[in-house]
């Protein structure tokens, strides 16, 4: 069936660093392609999404490109803030087949200032 | 514009006790879920209804129900907890399909469920 892998937690950075959290997916036919953020203490609200290939996903900073060649959505952001920690899910859903959004393990990520 | 509502936010229960998580949207969304988060495996689908009167199972539904009552609501129901059903069950809806395009799923703020 469809998955998601993204890369393992925690991930500590500095404020202003760059940041990349690695997210490959199997699907069998053509996805969207989606990043959430949880805040502490809430449920998950969308941060980017991208519907077909080569597409680019952007929002408050963050990035993620639509490979379907290396079948990667992987989430960048230039400089992180101390406000960005949080916990980030990949995720996939292929609405031609079926209606069920497929998460990945999540990734937290800890700004220092 | 509420969005997603869940019912209770905190639950304690004892092994054996049953009860049922309410969810409602107001947003008229065709599809709605029910997920568990757990430490280290993210959120996995338990329940999900892609239209009213019709549920589907997910990944784990073992030891659970659903119920679609109405196009706003979808309840999910443990009939005798389990200490492994410890978890925070997050509700959600979206409109989906496949003749309609993507919008985003909703997420309710979650229930945080401890079964002792």
């Known amino acids: 069936g469809d998955s998601v892998t993204q890369m393992e937690g925690p991930v500590t950075l500095s404020e202003e660093a760059f940041l990349t959290i690695n997210c490959t997916y199997t699907a069998t036919g053509y996805p969207s392609l989606f990043w959430y953020v949880q805040y502490p203490g809430e449920g998950l609200q969308l941060l980017l999404k991208?519907?077909?290939?080569?597409d680019k996903g952007s929002n408050k900073g963050f990035e993620a490109t639509y490979r379907k060649e290396t079948t990667s959505f992987h989430l960048e952001k230039g400089s992180v803030q101390v406000s960005d920690s949080a916990v980030y899910f990949c995720a996939l859903s292929d609405q031609g087949r079926d209606d069920k959004i497929i998460f990945g393990k999540g990734t937290r990520l800890h700004i220092l200032p | 514009n509420a969005g997603v509502t869940q019912t209770p936010k905190f639950q304690v229960l004892k092994t054996g006790q049953s009860m049922t998580l309410q969810c409602a949207q107001d947003m008229n969304h065709n599809s709605m879920y029910w997920y568990r988060q757990d430490p280290g495996m993210g959120l996995r689908l338990i329940y999900y209804s892609a239209s009213e009167g019709t549920t589907d199972k997910g990944e784990v539904p073992n030891g659970y129900n659903v119920s679609r009552l109405n196009k706003r609501e979808f309840s999910l129901r443990l009939e005798s907890a389990a200490p492994s059903q410890t978890s925070v069950y997050f509700c959600a809806s979206w409109e989906g399909g496949g003749l309609v395009g993507y919008t985003e799923a909703f997420f309710g703020q979650g229930t945080r469920l401890t079964v002792v």
């Open positions: 991208a519907t077909k290939a080569d």
